[in-house]
């Protein structure tokens, strides 16, 4: 029992949204989340607009840096932020092998909030709570070095077939 919560600002009562988180255990071919925390399904929002990505399960962990998507959305991802950054005169950073996707300005960015200002949100809205939303502002999903790379990797490529997990960058 108990209550977990996002994010690092306090938030009055009256903004704090609540859906039961679901204890589940995986089948033997992902035997590394014996005990996992799940809120039910979710549907991609992208700039506060829905996607064709819907029905997401997805595994809230703490213990992975990054969040990987079943590749459907993780394309469809990928393809939402490219074609929204084309208008921002930013292009993919081909030369930068810190993560697999990255994007560069003219100059190298100096902070995250210089960052921010390029990309927009992301959130998970949940079919178990009416209008409760999770949001992913650009600093939950972004890495920032030089130039600025994608946080969410391609779950399938490395195994998890098509499970979703929200690892601890994005919360």
């Excluded at 988180?21 to 929002?45: C, E, I, T, V, W």
């Excluded at 932020?81 to 030369?95: G, H, I, P, S, Y």
């Excluded at 790379?149 to 929200?166: A, F, H, Q, S, Y």
């Amino acid at each position: 029992g108990g209550f977990l919560f996002f994010g690092d600002d306090l938030i009055s009562s009256s903004g704090v949204g609540w859906i039961p988180m679901f204890s589940g255990s995986l089948d033997s071919h992902n035997h590394f989340f014996r005990k996992h925390y799940s809120a039910g399904p979710a549907k991609l929002l992208f700039n506060g607009k829905g996607t064709s990505i819907k029905d997401l399960e997805l595994i809230f962990d703490s213990g992975s840096l990054y969040t990987y998507l079943n590749s459907e959305a993780y394309e469809a991802v990928v393809d939402l932020v490219t074609n929204d950054l084309k208008r921002q005169k930013l292009e993919r950073a081909t030369d930068d092998h810190s993560l697999l996707i990255c994007w560069k300005g003219a100059k190298p960015f100096k902070s995250l909030s210089e960052v921010k200002s390029y990309f927009k949100s992301l959130a998970l809205s949940f079919q178990e709570a009416k209008n409760l939303q999770f949001q992913l502002p650009p600093e939950s999903y972004l890495i920032k070095h030089e130039n600025a790379c994608l946080g969410i990797l391609d779950g399938t490529e490395v195994g998890l077939k098509n499970l979703n997990i929200i690892g601890g960058k994005a919360q």
